[in-house]
T-cell receptor, first 114, second 114 residues
Framework: GDSVTQMEGPVTLSEEAFLTINCTYT??????LFWYVQYPGEGLQLLLK?????DKGSNKGFEATYRKETTSFHLEKGSVQVSDSAVYFC?????????????FGKGTLLTVNP | DSGVTQTPKHLITATGQRVTLRCSPR?????VYWYQQSLDQGLQFLIQ???????AKGNILERFSAQQFPDLHSELNLSSLELGDSALYFC?????????????FGPGTRLTVL
């Protein structure tokens, strides 16, 4: 079945540092890929998405590129802020069939210190 | 605010009891998904409804059931509760049933079984 593997945390960075959170996936066909963020005590919010190979999703300074050849969707940000501290989830929905449930990675806790 | 509402926010109950979690999707969204988030299992898909009909089932126990009503709100019923059912339960909605559709998450219901 479909699966998502993301780097285990926690990740601790200083403000203005560069962030990479690795994510790879296993899926048949052409899944859509997502990064969701969960701030403490809140639900999940979509951060960005990409729906086909070579698409780049971007939002709030975060970027991720859909790489089909390496089945990856790594999240990057050039300069993190304290307010970026949260749990980040990589996820996919299948490209075919009729069930578009999200399959999530285990999540990566990011802590940014001032 | 995603526009998805869930009630109650917190629920504390005893083993063997039955509870009902309620979800109201965003206005106009036809698809409702239920997910369970626990420390050991991470985020797991439970069940999906689309316009009143069950569309897909995931790792949902037989003690759990759900339905979507004509006004599109959904309820998740959990019965014969066990300690291991303690978790955060999220509802998400999306406009239609498409792979590329973003799912909008509610704030969740935290269930504690004592």
């Amino acid at each position: 079945g479909d699966s998502v593997t993301q780097m285990e945390g926690p990740v601790t960075l200083s403000e203005e540092a560069f962030l990479t959170i690795n994510c790879t996936y296993t899926a048949t066909g052409y899944p859509s890929l997502f990064w969701y963020v969960q701030y403490p005590g809140e639900g999940l919010q979509l951060l960005l998405k990409a729906t086909k190979a070579d698409d780049k999703g971007s939002n709030k300074g975060f970027e991720a590129t859909y790489r089909k050849e390496t089945t990856s969707f790594h999240l990057e940000k050039g300069s993190v802020q304290v307010s970026d501290s949260a749990v980040y989830f990589c996820a996919l929905t299948p490209g075919g069939g009729s069930n578009y449930k999200l399959t999530f990675g285990k999540g990566t806790l990011l802590t940014v210190n001032p | 605010d995603s526009g998805v509402t869930q009630t109650p926010k917190h629920l504390i109950t005893a083993t063997g009891q039955r509870v009902t979690l309620r979800c109201s999707p965003r206005s106009g969204d036809l698809s409702v998904y239920w997910y369970q988030q626990s420390l050991d299992q991470g985020l797991q898909f439970l069940i999906q409804y689309y316009n009143g009909e069950e569309r897909a089932k995931g790792n949902i126990l037989e003690r759990f059931s759900a339905q979507q009503f004509p006004d599109l709100h959904s309820e998740l019923n959990l019965s014969s509760l066990e300690l291991g059912d303690s978790a955060l339960y999220f509802c998400a909605s999306s406009p239609r049933d498409r792979s590329y559709n973003e799912q909008f998450f509610g704030p969740g219901t935290r269930l504690t079984v004592l």
